[in-house]
C-alpha cells in the first residue's frame, strides 16, 4: 500500500514558477514509477510527466522544456518543477504510482496509486 500526498500548488501569475511535490509513504518507493497528471474542469485527466525507478523521464508535449520530473528516493518524494506557466497549465495536479515502464507511463489506467491532487491556477 501506497499513499501520496501533494504540495506546492497555488495561484501564480503566467510566466511564473511553482515546484510541486509529492510524498510517498511505504518502503517500496524507489521500485515505482510515478507519473504526474492535470485535469482541468470539465476535461479528462491528463499525462504530464513520468519518471521510472531509475530515473528515465518522459512528458507531454505541452510541457516539454517548462517542466521537469525528478525524484528523491532517500525522501520518498517525486517533484514537478513547473517554469514559464500557462494558463492552459491551470489545473488539479495528481501524482501517481505504478509498476511500469517509462514507456507506459502516460497511460492512467495503469496507476495502482493516486494523491489527492493540488490545485495550480496561472492567472494572466
Known amino acids: 500500500q501506497v499513499q501520496l500526498v501533494e504540495s506546492g500548488g497555488g495561484l501564480v501569475q503566467v510566466g511564473g514558477s511553482l515546484r510541486l511535490s509529492c510524498a510517498a509513504s511505504?518502503?517500496?518507493?524507489?521500485?515505482?514509477?510515478m507519473g504526474w497528471f492535470h485535469q482541468a474542469p470539465g476535461k479528462e485527466r491528463e499525462f504530464v510527466a513520468g519518471?521510472?525507478?531509475?530515473?528515465?523521464?518522459y512528458y507531454a508535449d505541452s510541457v516539454k522544456g517548462r517542466f521537469t520530473i525528478s525524484r528523491d528516493n532517500a525522501n520518498n518524494t517525486v517533484y514537478l518543477q513547473m517554469n514559464s506557466l500557462k494558463p492552459e497549465d491551470t489545473a488539479v495536479y495528481y501524482c501517481?504510482?505504478?509498476?511500469?515502464?517509462?514507456?507506459?507511463?502516460?497511460?492512467?489506467?495503469?496507476?495502482?496509486?493516486w494523491g489527492q491532487g493540488t490545485q495550480v491556477t496561472v492567472s494572466s
Open positions: 501517481a504510482a505504478a509498476f511500469l515502464l517509462i514507456g507506459d507511463a502516460v497511460m492512467s489506467k495503469r496507476y495502482k496509486y
Open positions: 511505504g518502503r517500496t518507493f524507489s521500485s515505482y514509477t
Open positions: 519518471i521510472s525507478w531509475s530515473g528515465s523521464t
